[in-house]
C-alpha cells in the first residue's frame, strides 16, 4: 500500500478517457509519470469509501479526515471513545497469512504526522493502531537483525555484508586454542559448518540479497535523526524508505508492506522540484489560506494540488523501478505483486469519500488485470454508491494468495453489513 493524504484534484487525477492505457492517455494526467508503466497498470474508478463518509453511516464516529485515515485500509467504523479503528487492516491481516511466523507488515511513514488517529492507517486489530516507522535508518537495522549489536558490527553487516563465522572469528580461534576434549572440538567444527551451511543456502536462495548497496546504505546511515521529519529531507527520506521497502519484499523479509505519505489534515509545504509552495498540503487541498476555511482563497490551488498529486506518482513510479529491478521466475517481483496507490479522500475541498482515486500496479501473477482504465460506473450515478471499497479489499487479498480461516477464497472483509465478494471486473 501507497498511501496519500488529503485529496486530490480530480479534475486532472485520472485519464481523460476509459479503455486501454497507453502513454497518449495518460499524458495530459495526473499520472503522466507512470507512462512508462502504462500496460501494467490498472486505474478502476467509481468506487466509494465504507463504512461511508459525512456520517452517512450508522454507528460511525470521527470526522472525515479521521474517517478517511481509519476507514481506508479497515472498511471498519472508528470507535467514539477513541476515534481508532474497529478492525483489522488489510495489511495486517495479509502480513497474518503469508509472512512467515505471521510477522506484521512492514509500516512505514515520510515525513511529521499526527501521533493520534489522523497519523495511522495500519491496524494489528479494534483499536490496536500500528504506528509506522519514519526513520529509514532505524528500518534498515531492524530488517538487518542490528537493533540489539554495538555499532562496530552494525557497521561491519550492513555495509559489507560479513559473514556471521567472519564477526565471530576470534572467539571460534580463542575456544580451538583452549585445551579441548575431542568430542568438544568436534562439536565446535559441526556448529561453525552447520552455521557456514546455513548462509550458503541463503545464499542460493537470495536471501543474503535483503542488503542495500553499500554506498546507498551509508547514505541512510548517515541521515540526521533530528531532521527525518522536516519538510526539506520529505522526498530523500521518502525514497530511501522505498528503497528499503522493495527489498523487503524482494528478499522475503516481508511479503507486505505500508508506506504512508504525510499525515491526514496536515502534510509539508511542497518547496522542491520545481514546487515553491507557500501553504501546507491540507490547506491547498481546501483552496484556503487556513485549515478551517476561515481565510482566504490561495490563487492557483487546483494547479498546485495537481503538482503535488503528479510528484507522488513519481515517487510511485520510483517504488515500481525498484521492484522491477529485482528479477523472479520469469519476471520480476513488480510482476507478482500488486501495489495499490491509495489515497486518504478524493476532494479534498469537501472532503469526499466517493469517487475515489485509486492505482494498482502489477498483475499479481496473472490475477489482475492490467493495462486498463476502468469506469466501474459507466454512466451511473457515483451517488447510487454501487462500488463499495472493501470489496476492493477483498479482491486484493484474494489477488496476493490470502485464505480465509476454511482454506478458501476470502469473501468478506470489514464491518458487518457491507457487501460480500471481490470485484469481477478487475480480474484478468
Avoid at 87 to 107: E, I, K
Avoid at 326 to 341: H, I, K, M, P
Wanted: proline letters at 5%.
Amino acid at each position: 500500500m501507497f498511501f496519500t493524504c488529503n485529496g486530490v484534484n480530480m479534475e486532472t487525477f485520472f485519464p481523460a478517457t476509459p479503455g486501454p492505457l497507453t502513454e497518449d492517455s495518460l499524458m495530459e494526467s495526473a499520472l503522466q509519470p507512470l507512462t512508462a508503466y502504462a500496460d501494467k497498470l490498472l486505474v478502476p474508478r467509481g468506487m466509494h469509501m465504507v463504512p461511508k463518509g459525512w456520517g452517512h453511516d450508522p454507528g460511525t464516529a470521527g470526522n472525515d479526515h479521521a474517517m478517511g485515515m481509519g476507514h481506508k485500509l479497515t472498511a471498519q467504523a472508528l470507535d467514539p471513545d477513541t476515534l481508532f479503528a474497529r478492525g483489522v487492516s488489510v495489511d495486517q491481516f495479509a502480513a497474518a497469512r503469508l509472512n512467515d511466523d505471521g510477522r506484521p507488515s512492514l509500516t512505514l511513514s515520510v515525513g511529521w504526522r499526527h501521533t493520534n488517529w489522523l497519523g495511522h492507517i495500519s491496524y494489528a486489530g479494534p483499536g490496536m493502531p500500528v504506528t509506522p516507522e519514519g526513520n529509514p535508518w532505524l528500518t534498515y537495522q531492524d530488517l538487518m537483525g542490528l537493533g540489539g549489536l554495538d555499532e562496530q558490527a552494525k557497521q561491519r553487516i550492513a555495509v559489507r555484508r560479513q559473514s556471521v563465522l567472519d564477526l565471530v572469528e576470534d572467539e571460534f580461534k580463542a575456544l580451538k586454542a583452549k585445551n579441548l576434549g575431542q568430542a568438544d572440538r568436534i562439536k565446535l567444527e559441526m556448529h561453525a559448518d552447520s552455521i557456514r551451511d546455513l548462509e550458503l543456502d541463503m545464499l542460493g536462495n537470495g536471501l543474503v540479497a535483503c542488503a542495500l548497496d553499500p554506498a546507498r546504505a551509508a547514505e541512510i546511515e548517515a541521515v540526521d535523526p533530528d531532521s527525518v521529519l522536516l519538510d526539506t529531507q520529505f522526498k530523500t527520506i521518502g525514497r530511501m524508505q522505498l528503497d528499503i521497502l522493495a527489498m523487503a519484499i524482494a528478499c522475503g523479509a516481508t511479503r507486505v508492506g505500508t508506506i504512508q505519505w504525510g499525515s491526514g489534515s496536515g502534510g509539508p509545504i511542497y518547496r522542491w522540484d520545481g514546487m515553491d509552495h507557500e501553504y501546507n498540503h491540507h490547506k491547498l487541498s481546501h483552496g484556503n489560506t487556513e485549515d478551517d476555511d476561515s481565510g482566504d482563497e490561495v490563487p492557483g490551488h487546483l494547479d498546485m494540488l495537481t503538482q503535488i498529486d503528479r510528484w507522488h506518482a513519481e515517487q510511485f513510479k520510483h517504488l515500481l523501478d525498484r521492484l522491477s529491478a529485482y528479477e523472479e521466475g520469469d519476471g520480476t517481483v513488480l510482476d507478482r505483486s500488486a501495489v495499490v496507490w491509495m489515497n486518504e479522500l478524493s476532494d479534498g475541498k469537501v472532503h469526499s469519500y466517493i469517487d475515489l482515486p485509486l492505482v494498482i500496479a502489477g498483475g499479481a501473477d496473472g490475477y489482475l488485470k492490467q493495462g486498463h482504465y476502468l469506469d466501474l460506473l459507466d454512466g451511473q450515478d457515483p451517488w447510487d454508491l454501487p462500488y463499495p471499497h472493501n470489496r476492493l479489499l477483498i479482491t486484493l487479498l484474494n489477488a496476493v494468495g490470502c485464505t480465509d480461516d476454511d482454506g478458501g477464497p476470502v469473501t468478506k472483509f470489514g464491518r458487518s453489513g457491507l457487501d460480500e465478494g471481490e470485484y469481477a471486473e478487475l480480474r484478468a
